[in-house]
């Protein structure tokens, strides 16, 4: 098993390696070797994940290094949530490497980007891996890290490179909490390892706090673009579409969650409380973002934010299975989209603006159907993937928690509203541009995964097809939500949300003919808000520029006058001062030097007398 | 007619020192200054002789001779030098051999 689970964390960064030294002018093989570095590591993880029979953990740890009496220790655990993590990050990662083969056909720097994709998988399988706090965090820096690299593959675009140095500031804040939050936890527990942490935690559960908790949920909230962290994600779709699908819709922002999930027995209820309601306000309020995006990415970014306040809020009312549920099918679905949304874009050379396209079903029939699974799984289309892990959502608020029930409610039939809308725009209707009237069918590298996500997206939801090793974690939680009362009332409120949705947005969207959205015209004030995106960019660029950057231009000034200024050069300038009158005896005059020869011997000879005369 | 007493030599011995002393302070030629450098020990051997003659004994007198031992080999090496650098220099003025130039 050990060096099965070595191989499968190494041999990504192998090849991210080979490529780095050898294979930067040879795009081609490097993004050969990419995709069957992705094959190899779904061989890997599938034989970790079924390699045992239910129900076994696998754990393994080495001494990494000592200080003094401080062990870390480098690790594996492989236990029920990781094998369902592992099965999405290896399955799903491996069908947008075959996707980026089409859609990065014709790059100029396809070694770079598919090397940067490989450094993504290795830090990824290392938080799925990781058997301790430090771990984590050392892999959640990496994959912060490629996501940046990522992010700004076309550095050349303004806005590519300011998305990536975004990206990767904001998720510092996050991490900054996240690191106190796991010293803290050393502190308390005296250690670091996950599974000696449950044991410490379910003996005496007097140890664990809010705040402790609170401070490693920073790293959920930086990495998953939760508020108030949550302004790097829409931006991070200026790279290229196969990376937000991965790393910005199915795995990375995920990783918050499994976090969440990880660290689960060291949760209280206040902070449970505070999570679910901060996830259910997330869903809400990136819904309503998403309503009025004109670019394709920033919809589905929207679309994603408010799906991981759905897990959040799933973890938040105590039902972690559900989340990571919600997760797994949210990775095929979310997938699904984006990767659909990559072949638009490629099809239209580049265009992103849904106003600028419509009428694609006809020309780009697999991607339009596939699509059109994606939207109705993510609305909640009965029986489809989304339709359980999301109302399974609903109904465990609904039964545990009515506030959050109303507020995921209310964003249910949002994301069904801006899900259809987007549909509607891009593939219905007639051409609304010359790219898009020209567009044409993908290759097969860029429809097969896109088939096999719509299946999945399908047929996701039934726990029951899946081998019972991936889904073990999740099952006493559908359990648990299945045995909840008032079924009937939320399968009726479920179908008013999507067909809600649906009616409203073929009403407003179904016969678009121009580039003005319709909702500015009819509801100018909400069209407004919902631009503004409650102005979180304005009050942030507003705190750095007129509280943040004054309070370090003072602090610099102070750091001038005092440091810099008194001490550093007030020393420096009185040892100058006496080598100045040092420097002025050294006239090269004979003269002088024998003047100042005399008065010193005079002046010894005067203090010998003076001081002799006295006794 | 006054006689001399031993407080005119040591006067007459302050006026060779003092000379000496100000022509080593203000002149510009090192062959005068040398020479100055002469008059200020002769200062000093006039004054040591007049205590050596007051006082009856002997030491002063003895001193005298090493001073003008030492001065004599002084001359001698102060004077080879001079000589070695108005060869290599054309100068013995002490201005044209500073090397300090600020």
Not at chain 1, 72 to 89: E, M, R
Not at chain 1, 197 to 222: K, Q, R
Not at chain 1, 525 to 538: M, V
Not at chain 2, 13 to 21: A, E, K, W
């Amino acid at each position: 098993m050990i060096q099965v689970a070595l191989s499968l964390l190494l041999l990504p960064l192998l090849s991210a390696i080979v490529t780095l030294l050898f294979l930067r002018k040879h795009g081609n093989i490097a993004a050969l070797l990419s995709v069957a570095t992705a094959g190899g590591i779904l061989a890997f993880s599938s034989y970790l994940i079924f390699g045992n029979e239910t129900g076994s953990v696998f754990a393994w740890s080495t001494p990494w290094f000592s200080l003094s009496n401080w062990q870390l220790d480098f690790g594996f655990l492989i236990d029920s949530p990781a094998k369902t993590l592992l099965f999405v990050v290896s399955f799903v990662g491996l069908l947008i490497h075959i996707f980026s083969l089409g859609y990065m056909a014709d790059d100029q720097a396809k070694a770079r980007y598919f090397g940067g994709l490989s450094i993504f998988m290795f830090s990824m399988l290392g938080i799925t891996l990781a058997d301790n706090l430090v771990m984590i965090f050392v892999f959640w820096e990496l994959v912060g890290f490629s996501s940046y690299l990522l992010i700004a593959h076309y550095f050349k675009t303004d806005e590519a490179a300011k998305a990536s140095r975004k990206a990767f500031i904001v998720n510092r804040v996050g991490d900054f909490g996240f690191l106190l939050g796991i010293i803290f936890t050393y502190w308390t527990f005296g250690t670091v390892n996950l599974q000696e942490l449950s044991v410490t935690a379910n003996l005496d559960p007097s140890l664990t706090s809010t705040i402790l908790c609170l401070l490693l949920a920073c790293g959920f909230i930086g990495k998953s673009a939760q508020f108030p962290l949550h302004v790097w994600l829409p931006d991070a779709m200026a790279g290229p579409t196969p990376v937000s699908a991965l790393i910005h819709a199915a795995t990375m922002v995920a990783a918050g969650i499994f976090l969440l999930i990880r660290i689960e027995f060291l949760f209280t209820a206040e902070a449970f409380k505070l999570i679910g309601l901060l996830g259910a306000v997330m869903g809400l309020y990136a819904g309503f973002c998403a309503l009025t995006q004109r670019d394709i990415k920033k919809v589905l970014a929207y679309s994603t934010l408010s799906q991981l306040g759905y897990m959040a809020a799933a973890f938040g009312l105590g039902l972690p299975g559900i989340a990571l549920f919600h997760l797994m099918t949210h990775a095929f679905f979310k997938a699904l989209m984006f990767l659909g949304s990559g072949s638009v874009i490629h099809a239209c050379h580049h265009e992103q603006d849904i106003f600028a396209y419509g009428g694609l079903r006809k020309k780009m029939p697999i991607t339009a159907y596939t699509f059109l699974i994606g939207v109705m799984a993510i609305s909640g289309v009965h029986f489809l993937s989304g339709y359980f892990s999301k109302d399974a959502i609903l109904l465990g608020a609904y039964n545990l928690d009515f506030v959050i029930f109303c507020i995921l409610y209310a964003g249910a039939v949002l994301t069904a509203l801006y899900m259809f809308r987007l549909y509607f725009l891009t593939f219905c209707g007639a051409a609304r541009s010359k790219s898009s009237s020209e567009a044409k069918e993908s290759t097969i590298f860029m429809t097969g995964p896109l088939l096999i996500l719509g299946v999945l997206s399908v047929l996701g939801g039934f726990h029951a097809f899946y081998p019972s090793q991936i889904v073990e974690f999740l099952l006493p939680d559908i359990a648990r939500v299945a045995d909840m009362p008032n079924h009937l009332w939320m399968n009726v409120l479920g179908l008013v949300a999507w067909v809600g949705g649906l009616v409203l947005a073929r009403k407003i969207y179904g016969a678009q003919s121009g580039d003005k959205d319709p909702l500015a015209e009819k509801s100018p004030a909400l069209f407004q808000l919902s631009n503004s995106k409650l102005f979180f960019d304005e009050i942030y660029s507003f705190y750095v520029k007129k509280i943040q950057d004054p309070f370090f231009r003072f602090l610099e000034v102070m750091e001038l006058l005092f440091i810099s200024g008194l001490l550093v050069r007030g020393s420096a300038g009185v040892a100058a001062l006496f080598a100045l009158l040092g420097k002025s005896f050294y006239s090269g005059k004979i003269h002088s030097y024998s003047f100042w020869f005399v008065s010193g011997t005079i002046g010894f000879l005067a203090y010998a007398i003076f001081s002799g005369g006295s006794n | 007619m006054e006689t001399v007493t031993p407080s005119h030599y040591l006067c007459l011995s302050l006026c060779l020192f003092s000379i000496g002393f100000l022509g080593v302070l203000l002149r510009r030629n090192l062959l005068l200054v040398l020479m100055s450098l002469e008059l200020m020990l002769n200062g000093i051997n006039l004054a040591l002789v007049n205590f050596s003659r007051t006082s009856l004994n002997l030491d002063g007198s003895i001193f005298v001779f090493f001073i003008m031992t030492v001065a004599a080999a002084e001359v001698a090496v102060g004077l080879a030098l001079l000589v070695a650098l108005y060869k290599r220099r054309n100068s013995v003025f002490s201005e044209d051999i500073n090397l300090i130039h600020n």
